[in-house]
């Protein structure tokens, strides 16, 4: 049983380099989420995508895109990377279908802007 | 701005000792509480989801809850080396899909 996986688990960029985070879930799950780690400042919301065809902005959008491609997969992109967006990315799915359920975290994928 | 604030540790407890790792939330209307582990270099790892007031007991692990004090905790007893990690609360947002996570408390069991 896989959840929620995502590619690639590293990358090296250069400043003004674009690439695309990718992220599936086979848990059926209706929401998905994009999160940066940084030391000290715990998880941060990107964007999000309540059910497949929506998407919205959380805390920290600014430099970045999502598509909610289908049901399972969800990805992130940057168009052009700066050091500042060197971070651990996690990505994450959940099904909030009445009280809200916990989200399954997928392996994350640490990126680092030279 | 809905906020979850933790201790961010270290928490020092000897082997064989219970934790006590805390977490406070400003939102009133928040619905859904989570407890995650994370080891180092590693994904957050569920442990304790809560959802009305009063304790739940899961094996070694008791969440509490306090929605009146907006203050959510966990108990983790007869600690292991093995429970070194850093301990994230997680809260849902009223009216939205979205959660809000503390900065996370670094939890050291010595052996």
């Known amino acids: 049983n896989a959840g929620v996986t995502q590619t690639p688990k590293f990358q090296v960029l250069k400043t003004g380099q674009s690439m695309t985070l990718q992220c599936a879930q086979d848990m059926n799950h209706n929401s998905m989420y994009w999160y940066r780690q940084d030391p000290g400042m715990g998880l941060r919301l990107i964007y999000y995508s309540a059910s497949e065809g929506t998407t919205d902005k959380g805390e920290v959008p600014n430099g970045y895109n999502v598509s909610r491609l289908n049901k399972r997969e969800f990805s992130l992109r940057l168009e052009s990377a700066a050091p500042s967006q060197t971070s651990v990315y996690f990505c994450?799915?959940?099904?909030?279908?009445?009280?809200?359920?916990?989200?399954?975290f997928g392996d994350g994928t640490r990126l680092s802007i030279l | 701005q809905k906020e979850v604030e933790q201790n961010s540790g270290p928490l020092s407890v000897p082997e064989g000792a219970i934790a006590s790792l805390n977490c406070t939330y400003s939102d009133r209307g928040s619905q859904s509480f989570f407890w995650y582990r994370q080891y180092s270099g590693k994904s957050p790892e569920l442990i304790m989801s809560i959802y009305s007031n009063g304790d739940k007991e899961d094996g070694r692990f008791t969440a509490q809850l306090n929605k009146a004090s907006q203050y959510v905790s966990l108990l983790i007893r007869d600690s292991q080396p093995s429970d070194s990690a850093t301990y994230l609360c997680?809260?849902?947002?009223?009216?939205?899909?979205?959660?809000?996570f503390g900065t996370g408390t670094r939890l050291k069991v010595l052996a």
């Open positions: 994450a799915s959940s099904d909030p279908a009445g009280l809200n359920q916990p989200q399954h």
């Open positions: 997680a809260v849902t947002v009223s009216g939205t899909y979205k959660y809000i």
